[in-house]
Structures are given as structure tokens and as C-alpha cells.
């Protein structure tokens, strides 16, 4: 996966740049690699999306392959994708989570990593 930079069609998102995101303090990101590590999948790669939703993925090794837990922070969705043959993501597990319970969010977490493949 490759970052790109995003062009807006119209306005740009609103954002206040003084607001501190949870996506940006290295204990948030220690928190998840935490929980994914105590469901025997260690972290690859932890991406925060820019912005007032505080979207994010994180990359897991899961079974013999590539996961990815996806945070959608406008929907409070929590999803886990694994990769098909066109090259692509399919869904095996989705959950929506009340935005900033993190003990919820814990436990989503744990549950679709333990979940069968």
C-alpha cells in the first residue's frame, strides 16, 4: 500500500490545527500494538489519517498473512480486512464501537483478531 496525497473538490474539510488527535500520541499507537501483540499479532504498520474523525489502520500479521484492522472514526467502525486475489481487501469482521471507549474498542479488537480467518 502507497500513500498518495489527496486533491479536495470543493472546500477542504474544516480542522482546527490546535487540536490535539488521540491518533497522534504515541501512547494510542502503543495501546493498539499492545492489544494486537497480546492476540499473537504483532504489528507491521500503523497509519493515521489527518483530520477531526481520527481515523486509522493498522497492518497485522494474522494467520500466514496480511491484515488490516481499519478504524473509520466518522462511521465508529471498527473493521478487519484480509487481502482476496485481485488484490484487493474483503471485510471478514465488523463492528461499530462507540467513538472514544476505548475499553469497547480493546475488546472489538481482540475479538476479530481471535475470530476465525
Known amino acids: 500500500m502507497s500513500e498518495h496525497e489527496i486533491m479536495w ?22 495501546r493498539l500494538r499492545e492489544v494486537c501483540a497480546a492476540a499473537g499479532c ?3 504498520r500503523y497509519i493515521a489519517a489527518r483530520g477531526r474523525f ?12 496480511t491484515h488490516r484492522l481499519i478504524w473509520n472514526g466518522r462511521d465508529s467502525r471498527l473493521s478487519l480486512d484480509r487481502p482476496n486475489r485481485g488484490g484487493g481487501w474483503d471485510e471478514i469482521a465488523g463492528e461499530t464501537v462507540a467513538a472514544g471507549d476505548d475499553e469497547a474498542l480493546d475488546a472489538a479488537m481482540r475479538q476479530m483478531l481471535a475470530g476465525s480467518p
Open 42 to 44: 504483532p504489528v507491521h
Open 54 to 65: 481520527g481515523s486509522w489502520l493498522l497492518e497485522v500479521q494474522r494467520e500466514d498473512q
Open 9 to 30: 473538490i470543493g472546500r477542504q474539510p474544516a480542522t482546527d490545527p490546535n487540536a490535539a488527535l488521540p491518533t497522534d500520541d504515541p501512547a494510542f499507537e502503543a
